[in-house]
């Protein structure tokens, strides 16, 4: 065997050994963390705020207020959407139950969801979330109440994992947020 075509199936095997190694390890490794990350992305308390930062904007009305949330907590649950610009109102209406959701992570959950849609979007004053059993609305008026200051000020890592994620832990804060959001 001549020395050009042992380096040729070196070359081959090395290749071939190269796939399975990428194949077989990493892109399993790389799919699991990406798993790993959604599911993250659906507790409030260890949702990365970096993934909504992008839809910051002044004024509700586009389209693009929607998307984030997509990147929220309960972006997993079947949803459509409805603004109200005149009202500066955002209907989030779902099809399922709030029942169906355990009852301290819907608490949660609603309460995140809201203190960042108004802290990403300036001029929003109202969030509706519309489930087959109930609706609760959110104002802005309550959640700068329950966090105690320019929500928008929260935009920053530690901050947010401070003021909100760590708030949201303490059950008592949930129950007083959920006392001043309106549920019908």
């Excluded at 892109?27 to 963390?33: D, F, G, R, V």
């Excluded at 970096?50 to 079947?78: C, Q, W």
């Excluded at 890592?157 to 129950?175: C, I, P």
């Amino acid at each position: 065997m001549s020395l050009r075509n042992k380096i040729i199936l070196t070359l081959v095997l090395v290749g071939v050994v190269l796939f399975m190694v990428i194949q077989i390890v990493i892109l399993p490794e790389n799919e699991a963390q990406s798993e790993q990350y959604q599911l993250a992305q659906q507790s409030q308390l260890t949702h990365d705020l970096e993934s909504i930062l992008p839809y910051k904007n002044k004024y509700m009305g586009a389209t693009s207020n929607l998307v984030m949330f997509n990147h929220l907590p309960l972006s997993d649950r079947k949803r459509t959407f409805q603004l109200r610009p005149e009202k500066f109102t955002i209907e989030i209406h779902y099809e399922d139950k709030a029942t169906d959701i355990e009852a301290k992570l819907f608490k949660q959950a609603m309460l995140y969801n809201s203190v960042a849609a108004f802290a990403l979007v300036d001029n929003l004053q109202t969030v509706e979330y519309r489930f087959a059993d109930t609706t609760t609305i959110a104002t802005r008026v309550a959640m700068q109440d329950l966090f105690g200051e320019d929500l928008a000020s929260l935009l920053t890592k530690e901050k947010w994992r401070t003021s909100v994620q760590d708030k949201l832990r303490d059950d008592q804060f949930v129950e007083e947020g959920m006392a001043k959001i309106q549920s019908i």
